[in-house]
């Protein structure tokens, strides 16, 4: 019991902890430093001297396609821009939910602490390598902070030497990886280390900062942090990329936007793990229920996707439109101006529509005449079974309430309908009565939707359904209706 109810805890707070991490990389995603755009402002110089001190630049050259250095368990690398080495050791993962805890041995990036790991060590280490200075042209590069954007090839190692460090480790080549084997029966400890690089290509383009004649990272858009980390968002503009300029600006390009697109698909998916997580902590205990626990299950993760995906999607959209305040602009921009013509439009045709009802009536009328007009038009209609039932009499005291009628004028206007109704001839209509209580509320500039529940619970008592009623509205705005002779 007590081990449930750390488990459901565990799941109120992991759940909301990955749905907000995750939306925090979506927003930091679309507001990420763009390489790309700042790479294709810099200015192009033919040699290193062109480039002002402290400005930014690009400069297209050949390359070194000997280019060396050493690495730590084998003795160099020949021909690659930079080197990624990936350490992996095999051993037990434990993979625990609400009701049981499952063991399996895999390859994992580092050693899981758990108690069947116990006396597991590993001894090899990830890491990126690349030489102290590049050289792109006649312009020397410093290395540090330096990025890329191009593929990464594996290197097999049957290329490489093994230095004294790799050998001392054991080390043997196998298929894609360097190999150490611990000795034991089930493989348990292995490890192996992969290889991969970018080759170093006959003509490359470097953009950054000027200094001294050197290449260096423009650090002032720099970002920090965890979330940044995850989503490769450096914020610095150093870069050595393969091609002339508009074939590395056409690369920075591709990769910004791959990159971003993973990110999205990764983080939307994440929101809705994280929302999942949380909903299952809720309902958990009935997926162990034959027939329930099925449609339990997939109640929850419908329900996630339905908060999941939205969350995802107005996190995505904000930080997008955060990050390009001219489309905002005009978004916002669009909005007043349609805003702008419906008030405008609105208010020619209320225009139009107190003067129709002025001449109707033959005077100029008042707000405070309106309004005891709309009343009567209203009360009418509710006499027109010559009688006033609970429900009509309540909705005419609501309306009076509503405009701060007393109760003795809400009286003497109901038996003024109630006469009016008594007196009226023949061609006079049901239809007549409520095309005029739509025009005279509308008079006023609006139909409100209070005015418009009004209008519906009252017609509905006399037989007219939503749509009669809408299009008899659509027609008074249209102007089609034609008016009540006085």
């Known amino acids: 019991m007590a081990r449930n109810e750390k488990s459901r805890w565990g799941g109120i707070v992991i759940g909301p902890v990955i749905m907000l991490a995750a939306m925090a990389a979506l927003w930091c995603n679309e507001t990420r430093y763009d390489y790309y755009k700042a790479a294709a402002k810099t200015t192009e110089v033919a040699a290193p001297a062109d480039a ?112 004294q460090a790799g050998t001392n480790l054991r080390l043997q080549p196998q298929s894609e990886y360097f190999y150490l084997s611990k000795g034991q029966s089930d493989n348990l400890g292995d490890e192996r280390v992969r290889y991969t690089g970018i080759p170093v290509p006959a003509v490359a383009t470097y953009f950054g900062q000027s200094a001294s004649g050197r290449g260096v990272a423009d650090q002032s858009h720099r970002r920090t942090g965890f979330i940044n980390q995850i989503i490769q968002d450096s914020g610095n503009l150093h870069y050595i990329v393969a091609g002339d300029r508009k074939t590395a600006l056409a690369s920075m390009k591709s990769h910004i936007q791959r990159l971003k697109w993973i990110v999205r698909a990764i983080g939307t998916a994440a929101v809705v793990i994280g929302t999942l997580i949380l909903g299952s902590t809720f309902v958990g205990f009935l997926f162990h229920i034959p027939v329930i626990g099925p449609i339990a299950e997939m109640g929850v993760f419908l329900v996630a996707l339905l908060i999941g995906l939205p969350l995802a999607l107005l996190t995505i959209l904000s930080g997008y439109l955060a990050s390009h305040p001219f489309i905002l602009a005009a978004i916002l921009t669009g909005i007043v101006a349609i805003i702008y013509w419906i008030r405008k439009r609105g208010q020619a045709s209320q225009q139009i529509l107190k003067q129709d009802l002025d001449q109707q009536y033959g005077h100029q009328l008042s707000y405070e005449e309106m309004k005891d007009l709309e009343f009567l038009e209203l009360a009418q209609l509710a006499f027109s079974d010559a009688k006033l039932d609970t429900g009509e009499a309540k909705v005419l005291s609501q309306w009076a309430r509503k405009h701060g009628w007393d109760k003795t004028k809400c009286d003497a206007m109901i038996q003024r309908a109630k006469e009016n109704r008594g007196t009226e001839t023949e061609a006079e209509s049901n239809d007549d009565h409520l095309q005029n209580l739509i025009r005279l509320s509308m008079a006023d500039g609006s139909l409100s939707n209070y005015e418009v529940r009004t209008i519906r619970k009252v017609s509905k008592q006399i037989g007219y359904d939503d749509k009669t009623i809408r299009e008899m509205i659509d027609r008074v705005r249209r102007g089609i209706a034609t008016p009540t002779p006085a």
């Open 52 to 163: 002002k001190p402290g400005t930014n630049f690009s400069l297209t050259g050949s390359m070194e396609p000997g280019l060396t250095y050493s690495g730590k368990y084998v003795d160099s690398f020949t021909g690659y821009l930079t080197v990624a080495r990936s350490a992996e050791v095999y051993c037990w993962d434990r993979d625990k939910d609400d009701d049981r805890v499952r063991w399996s041995k895999k390859w994992m990036s580092s050693v899981e602490n758990n108690s069947r790991n116990n006396g597991i060590h590993q001894q090899c280490s990830s890491t990126s390598l690349h030489p102290p200075e590049y050289r792109v042209g006649e312009l020397p590069v410093d290395s540090q902070l330096i990025e890329f954007v191009d593929a990464y090839n594996p290197i097999s190692p049957s290329s490489l030497t093994l230095s």
